[in-house]
């Protein structure tokens, strides 16, 4: 019996310390995963906290020395190395979870501690979350007169367009001081205005007040919004300072599409208009592409033939060479008004050696219904061949500076 209980004894020391082995080894081994990194399928460099930092420096040192931006390393944390990543194109690499049971370590971490053994895995470029500056209160065209910044929204159910007046800046008063107002039209109805508040003393005014227009839907892409800049002097006398014209025909207006919009001041043509109206519009060449290029902007002062209805007023833009028809094309049709915005853009294709002989004729014509369509009037642009006085000018001045838009007003004829 004493040697039974004797080797009994022998076999269940032996198979506890067995035990406690196995138990010390799994120990072990999980304490030696916790603290291992598994190779990556596609290994990356790896790198050691001081080669980070002296990465970092090196890259600091590039940017002093080059225009690029400064790349910031991409740091996979020693917590998730022991995960499986798959490699894509472009040296992308997505994660994929190897253990779902598996927690990654908690407690706190030093910052060297936890850049030790990281895997750099790409760059971030900083520049790419930066916001973009906006320049539009620093950066001002030359002979500036000012700048006006409003917004616009659109109510379908009440159909009233909102209009908020913002501010201006960088106004050119014809004296020291400036107390400036606004005057707000919705085009063509010229008679009635709605009118801001007079800032005293200040050349960029700050307004922040909102205007209501009723106008319905299907007759809104007709109109156009006139903002005219004052200035009210001692002797209560308004100086116009300058205007802006905005079409909202090239507008989505909707109530979730609040559009902030910004303008530079134009010099109203203060002249009276000439017999049968004026036209305005931009001319630009580009001698590269062989291009020819018309805004057509603006009409005034036009003499609408009241005797029958007026459908609608629109320009043709007509290309000529040596007196021959080469092409042309048309703006929209307005509804009958003596003083239609159009801001529309047709190109045509010259070649440079063909401007001494080609010609641009602008006409301005009246459609009715069950009638033909009649001519308002006309103005011809060209060389010395075909123009004089201030079209030929206007030729001239845009083969003079290439891809640049001429602006001007011109005095329409009824020749046909």
Not at 294 to 299: K, M, Y
Not at 371 to 398: A, D, I, Q, S
């Amino acid at each position: 019996e004493q040697a039974v209980a004797v080797a009994g004894g022998i076999i269940g020391g032996i198979l506890l310390f067995v035990l406690l082995g196995i138990t010390a080894y799994l120990l072990w081994k999980k304490f030696c995963h916790l603290f291992s990194y598994e190779k990556l399928i596609n290994p990356v460099k790896t790198t050691n906290a001081n080669a980070i930092f002296q990465d970092q420096a090196n890259s600091e040192i590039q940017q002093k020395s080059t225009s690029r931006s400064r790349s910031v390393p991409f740091i996979i944390p020693p917590t998730l190395h022991g995960r499986d990543w798959i490699h894509l194109t472009n040296e992308e690499q997505v994660q994929e979870d190897r253990d779902p049971f598996m927690t990654p370590q908690s407690g706190p971490r030093s910052s060297f501690h936890s850049l030790a053994g990281a895997y750099v895995v790409g760059t971030i470029n900083p520049d790419l979350y930066k916001f973009p500056e906006d320049k539009s209160e620093t950066d001002f065209p030359d002979g500036s007169i000012g700048r006006l910044w409003f917004s616009i929204e659109y109510e379908q159910e009440s159909e009233r367009l909102l209009v908020s007046l913002i501010k201006v800046r960088k106004l050119q008063p014809p004296a020291d001081s400036c107390s400036p107002f606004v005057k707000i039209y919705l085009l063509p109805d010229e008679r009635s205005y709605l009118q801001s508040k007079t800032k005293r003393k200040t050349l960029n005014p700050q307004f922040d007040e909102n205007f209501v227009f009723q106008v319905s839907s299907k007759m809104l892409l007709q109109r156009t919004l006139k903002f005219l800049v004052y200035h009210v002097d001692k002797q209560k006398k308004h100086h116009l300072l300058g205007q802006v014209i905005f079409p909202l025909k090239n507008e989505a207006l909707t109530e979730d599409n609040k559009l902030v919009i910004w303008r530079d001041l134009e010099k109203e043509n203060l002249e009276p208009p000439s017999e049968h109206g004026d036209i305005q519009f931009s001319l630009s060449y580009n001698d590269y592409l062989g291009r020819l290029t018309v805004v057509v902007l603006r009409a005034r002062g036009l003499k609408l033939q009241e005797e029958s209805p007026a459908v609608g007023v629109y320009v043709k833009v007509s290309l000529m060479n040596h007196n021959k028809f080469i092409k042309s094309k048309k703006t929209a049709a307005l509804l009958g008004t003596p003083n239609p915005v159009y801001n529309e853009t047709f190109s045509f294709k010259a070649d440079q050696t063909e401007l001494d002989t080609a010609s641009l004729s602008l006409s301005v014509l009246q459609s009715n219904k069950g009638e033909k369509t009649l001519l308002l009037g006309r103005v011809v642009v060209g060389p010395f061949m075909y123009t004089r006085g201030k079209e030929l000018e206007h030729w001239n001045e845009m083969i003079s500076k290439p891809k640049e838009l001429v602006k001007r007003w011109h005095a329409l004829c009824h020749s046909p």
